[in-house]
């Protein structure tokens, strides 16, 4: 299995930036596809951006043109920079990893087994 771990959220104003990090341990990390997901309080949990294993990334319409996901293998470690933030983006941050899921499933959460505990980003006007 692999452990999670994210990191960088924090209080930022509208326009501005973050990024976020998720460091990875356990089995080689290279071999997992990896996603971001958010949560706000009383939504369900929603998609962000997602990576395969061979590097293919895909976005949810909310992340596109904004957030940039990105893998380091050699760091086993995710990064989503987030740029022009806006005040719905606020929410708890999760990272996510699976070994096996069908490309088309890389954005849907439930295809996920491993979690990390979240980062809070709140985003004010």
């Known amino acids: 299995q692999v452990q999670l771990v994210e990191s960088g959220g924090g209080l930022v104003q509208a326009g501005g930036s973050l990024r976020l990090s998720c460091a990875a341990s356990?089995?080689?990390?290279?071999?997992?596809?990896m996603g971001w997901f958010r949560q706000a309080p009383g939504k369900e949990r929603e998609p962000v951006a997602a990576?395969?294993?061979?590097?293919?990334?895909y976005y949810a319409d909310s992340a596109k043109g904004r957030f940039t996901i990105s893998r380091d293998n050699a760091k086993n470690t995710l990064y989503l920079q987030m740029t022009s933030l806006l005040p719905e983006d606020t929410a708890v941050y999760y990272c996510?990893?699976?070994?096996?899921?069908?490309?088309?499933?890389?954005?849907?959460?439930?295809?996920?087994?491993?979690w990390g505990q979240g980062t809070q980003v709140t985003v004010f006007s």
């Open positions: 990576v395969s294993s061979g590097g293919i990334r």
């Open positions: 996510a990893a699976e070994s096996a899921i069908n490309g088309h499933q890389l954005l849907n959460y439930r295809a996920y087994e491993y």
């Open positions: 356990g089995r080689t990390f290279s071999r997992y596809h």
